[in-house]
T-cell receptor, first 117, second 113 residues
Framework: ETGVTQTPRHLVMGMTNKKSLKCEQH?????MYWYKQSAKKPLELMFV???????ENNSVPSRFSPECPNSSHLFLHLHTLQPEDSALYLC????????????????FGSGTRLTVV | AQKVTQAQTEISVVEKEDVTLDCVYE???????LFWYKQPPSGELVFLIR??????QNEISGRYSWNFQKSTSSFNFTITASQVVDSAVYFC??????????FGAGTQVVVTP
């Protein structure tokens, strides 16, 4: 059982829908991440949150909107997505204060497989 | 800029054969960490190993072994006597001093009975 839980596991949505992906960790980690994994492409880092503050946004389109209400929860709000946004969205967490302390690995959730129709 | 290259897209072996996955990295940092993750069909990334840039000692864990060579910027992973359950995508990753985890493209390992 992974320490990072993502819901839902699968999601099919139309291009005009609004949906949210949820990620939860109870590992005591203070950093959380959203990654996108498309077919035949490397994992792409989307957003980074350290202590609930967004520290990185890798040029992600505004139709993806992250929210981190506390250190244990991370959301990815989706609206007006495109078919090319279909992918596996992975959440991860780490005990990682950021600069200077790269010793820690990430714990990943099982992902949400998103299909945009 | 950092880069992780896994040149092998897919490797197919028959059960009990050994398989070696290559990973070559680029970084300007003197302190960095290298990781291997396994992604089975279920989707989650499973942590396998972490190695820091100052420790070039090779490591063996059961049927898994890792060969870190700083001189060639490589961190290769070998599965000995492969099993069907080893079928997965394996990712090599590099973490810089800022804490960002950069992944390679992954290598699909297919083990057939």
């Amino acid at each position: 059982e992974t320490g990072v839980t993502q819901t839902p596991r699968h999601l099919v949505m139309g291009m005009t829908n609004k949906k949210s992906l949820k990620c939860e960790q109870h590992l005591g980690h203070n950093a959380m991440y959203w990654y996108k994994q498309s077919a035949k492409k490397p994992l792409e880092l989307m957003f980074v949150y350290n202590f609930k503050e967004q520290t990185e946004n890798n040029s992600v389109p505004s139709r993806f909107s992250p929210e981190c209400p506390n250190s244990s929860h991370l959301f990815l709000h989706l609206h007006t997505l495109q078919p090319e946004d279909s992918a596996l969205y992975l959440c991860a967490s780490s005990q990682d204060p950021g600069q200077g302390h790269p010793n820690y690995g990430y714990t990943f959730g099982s992902g949400t497989r998103l299909t945009v129709v | 800029a950092q880069k992780v290259t896994q040149a092998q897209t897919e490797i197919s072996v028959v059960e009990k054969e050994d398989v070696t996955l290559d990973c070559v990295y680029e970084t300007r940092d003197t302190t960095y960490y290298l990781f291997w993750y396994k992604q089975p069909p279920s989707g989650e990334l499973v942590f396998l190993i972490r190695r820091n840039s100052f420790d070039e000692q090779n490591e063996i864990s059961g049927r898994y072994s890792w060969n870190f060579q700083k001189s060639t910027s490589s961190f290769n992973f070998t599965i000995t006597a492969s099993q069907v359950v080893d079928s997965a995508v394996y990712f090599c990753a590099l973490k810089d001093s800022w804490g960002k985890l950069q992944f390679g493209a992954g290598t699909q390992v297919v083990v057939t009975p």
